[in-house]
């Protein structure tokens, strides 16, 4: 580019508020935000999450005031996790009609009909061990997880899940769900898929969060953090199986990949800004180091621009309250 200064100046632009704000390029706004939410059963009060200042776990028993007050705060969309107090070696109860999974998805559907339910559809949080699968020997098996998901995403839809959110990082696992879903009446219900999902050590404050702590890791099943052209592969491997919606996960730290993911596929694209995420925001505010809501705004900016059409974070009710 050649110099033309002085006839070009940049600054011209920036000159007033209504100037930034017209040409503002990126927003965000609660039609882009879902906002994940942890329901304990055998629960009788909220209970703090320490690690996530501003984020409880619902007792089952309060979902419905809990949904009512998150849809009249201005979300549209939830994605549900269940703290379970029935955990088997398999995550029996995930797919169980009478379990966790599928009464939390119905009441909170009862309660606000209008409401996306999103079903994070995975078994860590259902399984002794913390494991996102079936373990033979000293690992997941895939074959015999992917059947376990079909089952478990056929008994949320049955409860009213509007979409379905396989997060175990199963090869296959789109496929399975798809034909498990189509072969059950729900060829409507869409498949959000967590395809780049990394082994990252940000998601520590969620296992406390939703009691899934395990001994051991999920290398074998989660992706290197040191890997991108893998992310690349993944996506377009889950967008052949099916997927409706591509997952990027953790969000800022991969902004890289959500942007070469967004050049390469024409399907809607999502980031979930994980717990390690919001928690170091929190975390760092309360210090008074940073300015909260700005660095919200800039970190949530920052992941549209990146690419992303859908954002999850556990600054939505935040955003919901406070604006953007
Ligand atoms: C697994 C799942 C995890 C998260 C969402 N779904 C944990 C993991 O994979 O270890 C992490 C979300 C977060 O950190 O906010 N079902």
């Known amino acids: 580019m050649v110099n033309r200064f002085p006839l070009t100046r940049m600054r011209r632009l920036r000159s007033s508020q209504v100037m930034r704000d017209l040409l503002q390029e990126n927003t965000v706004s609660v039609n882009d935000l879902i906002y994940p939410i942890f329901v304990e059963e055998e629960l009788d009060d909220f209970a703090p999450v320490d690690s996530m200042p501003g984020i409880f776990r619902i007792p089952e028993r309060k979902l419905d005031a809990a949904i009512k007050e998150i849809a009249a705060a201005g979300i549209k969309a939830v994605m549900t996790f269940g703290v379970s107090h029935h955990k088997d070696e398999i995550g029996s109860d995930s797919w169980s009609r009478d379990g966790l999974m599928a009464r939390m998805i119905k009441r909170a559907k009862d309660a606000a009909p209008r409401m996306m339910v999103i079903s994070d559809t995975c078994f860590c949080e259902y399984t002794s061990h913390g494991h996102c699968g079936v373990i033979h020997g000293n690992d997941v098996h895939n074959d015999h997880t992917i059947e376990n998901l079909g ?17 175990s990082m199963m090869d296959g696992q789109v496929t399975a769900i798809r034909s498990a879903l189509d072969g059950s009446g729900f060829s409507n219900i869409p498949i959000m898929a967590y395809s780049s999902k990394f082994a990252s050590a940000f998601y520590g404050p969620f296992r406390a969060a939703a009691g899934c702590d395990l001994d051991g890791d999920r ?5 290197n953090p040191m890997n991108g052209r893998e992310a690349l592969l993944e996506s377009d491997v889950d967008e052949a199986e099916g997927a409706d919606i591509l997952m990027v996960k953790p969000a800022m730290p991969y902004l890289d990949v959500l942007t070469k993911i967004r050049q390469r596929s024409l399907l809607p694209l999502a980031a979930y800004q994980v717990s390690g995420e919001y928690a170091m925001i929190k975390f760092a505010a309360q210090a008074g180091a940073i300015d909260e809501h700005r660095v919200m705004r800039e970190s949530l900016g920052a992941i549209k621009r990146a690419g992303a059409d859908l954002i999850l974070t556990y600054f939505a009710m935040d955003i919901a309250r406070q604006g953007f």
């Not at 089952?151 to 899940?161: L, P, R």
């Not at 290398?219 to 992706?223: E, F, S, T």
């Open 151 to 167: 089952k478990q995403a056929v008994v949320a839809a049955e409860a009213g899940a509007d979409m379905i959110a396989p997060s």
């Open 219 to 223: 290398k074998a099943y989660q992706m």
